[in-house]
């Protein structure tokens, strides 16, 4: 049976990982690598990497970083944050990433979507949408949900999905960071109208919410940040209550 | 020595880090006359079915592969272009391995097929020492191989496909062992003894 994915989510500033609320107050959270590690050995069943390095420069850094994350860690992972361009997506990729995470990028050029997934496939084209609710409705943010683009988020979701992304990772800007559960309504909204998996992000705040999101939701996986970085959380424990709810969950360690 | 089959299609980098994990030295070549001196080789594969096999043709990997009788360990797309055909553009495989791909029905579940997931009716052999039907593997595949007489695993999604396959020298795995963890590196471990016991036997034969 396939199992619900759980995914740790790293923010990544100049190669190092960082720590903060709401993105106030970074602090330096140590090298990726080894917290990728450590999420691995825990039971994290993939990583997503979010570079939030401002200038182009430092962002060169990512490319090494990806090397050596694959070297060390096996385990698929996503890389995202500032991606643009189709020869991007491709030094990612060549340096061992297994996915890239789109989102201001196609909002801007949708047909970046067609050319990436026909170039690499779309398994390994993730596209991210912030969405945050008007009333019955979404509307889709970027660049790091600071501004607004109009576009309804199920109109935008269903124009991703026909353009060949492989992959959602949804987050509820109304709920990101607030620790009070993921947007339940809006997961169950967006599974209703694609075909391909989608993850569920912000709001998680307990092990309870990641369950609803799944079991109400549909959630096909489910992703965090502050409760895993900050401890809030054990993979471990997350996964003997998904078992518990009956939620197909893969173990490690031949158990 | 491992050969790793170089021929644009493959995630080169996640197979060569696996081998280097489990410090097996390897090769990555895409001439057929190099892959000669392997023990054996890898051939992995990410991406559509159609640019696949003109690659190999263009490079006269298609042959090699055909006639080889190293041990060959197929991955994801290189598992599937065993096979005789594909729905996937409507291709021709290799045809090492009788069968033709078929696409998931997309009105029936999420498509690709992306995530870990488990085996059942599994066939005893060397690959899958000490792995049993609880272990996850991780997969992200839009097309599948039916089970058929050569299955030495079988998956559910959607429908029983399979998982693992093996026929004469020519083994394939659906799933993809260099990004399934701690199993993922024991089936990788389980091939290259096979690999290697075999290696010894036959140089003990040559003496």
Known sequence: ????????????????????????????????????????????????????????????????????IAREINIPFTVGGGIKKVDEIEDLLHAGADKVSLNSAIVN?????????????????????????????????????????????????????????????????DRDGTKEGFDIELLKKVNDRVHIPVIASGGAGNIEHCIEAVKEGGADAVLAASIFHFQEVEIKKLKKSFKDHSIPVRFQNHN | MIAIINYDAGNLASVSNALDRLDEPYIISNDPQEL??????????????VPAMKSLKRRGLDRFLKETDKPVLGICLGMQLLFESSEEGDTKGLGIIPGKLKKFDESKGKVPHMGWNTFTDTVDCPLLNGISNSQYFYYVHS????????????????????????????????????KSGTTGSLLLQNFLEHVHGRASKVKKSAL
């Open chain 1, 1 to 68: 049976m396939l199992a619900k994915r759980i995914i740790p989510c790293l923010d990544i500033k100049d190669g190092r990982t960082v720590k903060g609320v709401n993105f106030e107050d970074l602090r330096d959270a140590g090298d990726p690598v080894e917290l990728a590690t450590r999420y691995s050995d825990e039971g994290a069943d993939e990583l997503v990497f979010l570079d939030i390095t401002a200038t182009k420069e430092k962002r060169k850094t990512l490319v090494d970083l990806v090397k050596r």
């Open chain 1, 109 to 173: 050029d949708p047909e970046l979507i067609n050319r990436a997934s026909e170039a690499f496939g779309s398994q390994c084209i993730v596209a991210a949408v912030d969405a945050k609710r008007f009333g019955d409705s979404w509307s889709v943010f970027i660049k790091g949900g600071t501004e607004d683009t109009g576009k309804d988020a199920l109109e935008w979701i269903s124009e991703v999905e026909q353009r060949g992304a492989g992959e959602i990772l949804l987050t509820s800007m």
């Open chain 2, 36 to 49: 000669e001196l392997s023990d054996a080789v890898i051939f992995p594969g990410v991406g559509h079915a």
């Open chain 2, 143 to 178: 097309f599948y191989a039916p089970v058929n007489e050569y299955s030495l695993a079988s998956c559910n999604y959607i429908n029983d496909f399979s998982a693992v396959v093996g026929k004469d020298n020519v083994l394939g795995v659906q799933f993809h062992p260099e």
